[in-house]
């Protein structure tokens, strides 16, 4: 049902019925971090990735989305999201981004997480540092969802958040503001926005039942971003690096859940401040 704040809410029946598609999700990302290696291509991830998702009964929400020809977003290096998978063989040191969505029985979930190719002890310092500065951006935000405040209190929290991570590590990131997160449910993108930087607008009110995926989208230099050819791939103007995290989220009155994190978030909002508030 939608309230007056045109925030669309889902029974507790249905955030368990999206948590079921989120576990898919999250099972894919995690399979997908233990098969990558040096070597392999994107395609090789993307069938996998597929053969995964159908052997659990969900459908790939990518695959033919607006003609998308792939399971998975595969964005590389410089490129920030909606990378199509195929020939490219990844090598040692690469910075990959893999956005994967799953729908079980008419339910969406949607996740990304970003990696270097060879593992941690493969990756320059800058990149390691990116992407533990998004993926913290992505919990600060998330943790600041609570029902009765504003949802753009969410692009707040990633604000401050890659600030501070810039500061730490002397360096100045770039926040993509050309993508946002967005509501998700019966469809993948829904409304409302959910902008990962600050704005002037109060926004509209988190209620009980709020589904929405968070996803910030970081880079070494510059924020802005421009398209391939392909239609699809999106990459930084200045060759920099990019990395994007992004989970979906329900909040209701007993707190947030994670619902394509395999553990609901547990840990991480706790480390947070953040009351976690799982259903059933």
């Not at 990149?127 to 600060?140: C, R």
């Not at 802005?224 to 050819?229: G, K």
Request: aromatic share 4%.
């Amino acid at each position: 049902m939608f309230g007056r704040s045109r925030l669309e809410t889902k029974t507790p029946d249905q955030i368990l019925r999206m948590r079921r598609a989120g576990l898919v999700v999250g099972q894919t990302l995690q399979l997908m971090a233990q098969t990558l290696r040096p070597g392999i291509t994107t395609k090789q991830l993307d069938e996998l990735a597929e053969e995964h998702i159908r052997g659990c009964g969900a459908t790939p929400s990518f695959l033919g989305y607006h003609g998308f020809t792939g399971t998975l977003c595969t964005s590389v290096n410089e490129e920030v999201v909606h990378g199509i998978p195929g020939p490219r063989v990844l090598q040692d040191g690469d910075l990959i981004s893999i956005d994967c969505g799953a729908i079980v029985d008419g339910w969406h979930g949607d996740a990304a997480i970003s990696l270097v190719v060879g593992g941690r002890e493969a990756g320059r310092p800058e990149d390691l540092a990116l992407i533990d500065a998004t993926e913290d951006s992505m919990w600060a935000g998330i943790a600041a969802l609570s029902v009765g405040e504003s949802l753009y209190e969410v692009g707040a929290g990633v604000e401050d958040s890659v600030a501070a991570s810039g500061e730490r590590h002397g360096q100045d990131y770039g926040i993509v503001e050309d993508y946002v997160g967005h509501g998700i449910g019966t469809q993948m993108h829904m409304d409302p926005q959910v902008p990962n930087y600050r704005v002037r607008d109060k926004g509209p009110t988190v209620r009980s039942g709020v589904t929405v995926a968070i996803e910030p989208m970081v880079t070494l230099g510059s924020a802005e971003t421009r398209v391939l050819q392909d239609d699809w791939t999106v990459v930084t103007t200045d060759g920099s690096r990019a990395a994007h995290w992004e989970n979906t989220v329900a909040v209701t009155d007993d707190g947030l859940w994670v619902l394509t994190a395999l553990d609901g978030g547990k840990d991480r909002l706790q480390a947070l401040g953040a009351r976690f508030g799982p259903l059933g």
